[in-house]
């Protein structure tokens, strides 16, 4: 199984700043026959189900604003929001589609500092 | 606007059976793969089973956690996909959401992530 692993588990940032969340794969998820990523990320806020964000380890979906990007390849991703906004509070989960099993991360808890 | 509504949540006994239901509406249900992901309490999430669409064969998967006690199915005339849930533990007690998987793209393996979720539905198992 491809382990996801995610760091920190929380943080808290100011209004305005950035925060950065980390997503290492235990194996690679880049395909080298279409050199993709299978890599998404989510956004979870309480009481609510997952948020799709970001597929292909860095294409925001439609609706998503900008502030949110996702960089990386092969086996070391970020999710960046470049400037916290009082309703990003949130967990957030990266998921590898490489393979199954289908697997997350741990999630990653975003607060106001 | 793309919809999922999960049924059939509740509390059961150890040992027991449940079937959970999603119905789809708002786009073709028979051109997706159709997953089930569940959260336990104040945990994170986990991959249940998925099952792709007729045109990819109906290819069924599971998690290792459910393989051999769940089973997933769908009916596409009904734009319903179904998870019975048999020899409840414990440690099944989640959240239960049903999620559609993005357009199949014309990949010959189409990527199974999660494009749209239901709210999510409650299944505690519990004597």
């Known amino acids: 199984d491809i382990v996801m692993t995610q760091s920190p588990d929380s943080l808290a940032v100011s209004l305005g700043e950035r925060a950065t969340i980390s997503c290492k794969s235990s194996q690679s998820v880049l395909y080298s026959s279409n050199n993709k990523n299978y890599l998404a990320w989510y956004q979870q806020k309480p009481g609510q189900p997952p948020k799709l964000l970001i597929d292909?380890?860095?294409t925001r979906e439609s609706g998503v604003p900008d502030r949110f990007s996702g960089s990386g390849s092969a086996t070391d991703f970020t999710l960046t929001i470049s400037s916290l906004q009082a309703e990003d509070v949130a967990v957030y989960y990266c998921?590898?589609?490489?393979?199954?099993?289908?697997?997350f991360g741990g999630g990653t808890k975003v607060e106001i500092k | 606007e793309v919809q999922l509504v999960e049924s059939g949540g509740g509390l059961v006994q150890p040992g027991r059976s449940l079937r959970l239901s999603c119905t789809g509406s708002g786009f073709s249900f028979g051109d997706y793969a159709m997953s089930w992901v569940r959260q336990a309490p104040g945990k994170g999430l986990e991959w249940v089973s998925f099952?792709?669409?007729?045109?990819?064969?109906?290819?069924?998967e599971y998690a290792a956690s459910v393989k051999g006690r769940f089973t997933i199915s769908r009916d596409d005339s009904k734009s319903v996909a179904y998870l019975q849930m048999n020899s409840l533990r414990t440690e099944d007690t989640a959240v239960y959401f049903c999620a559609r998987a993005p357009p199949a793209g014309g990949y010959t393996y189409p990527p199974i992530y999660f494009h749209y979720w239901g709210r999510g539905i409650l299944v505690t198992v519990s004597s």
């Open positions: 099952i792709k669409s007729k045109a990819y064969g109906g290819t069924i």
């Open positions: 292909w380890a860095s």
């Open positions: 998921q590898q589609y490489y393979t199954t099993p289908l697997t």
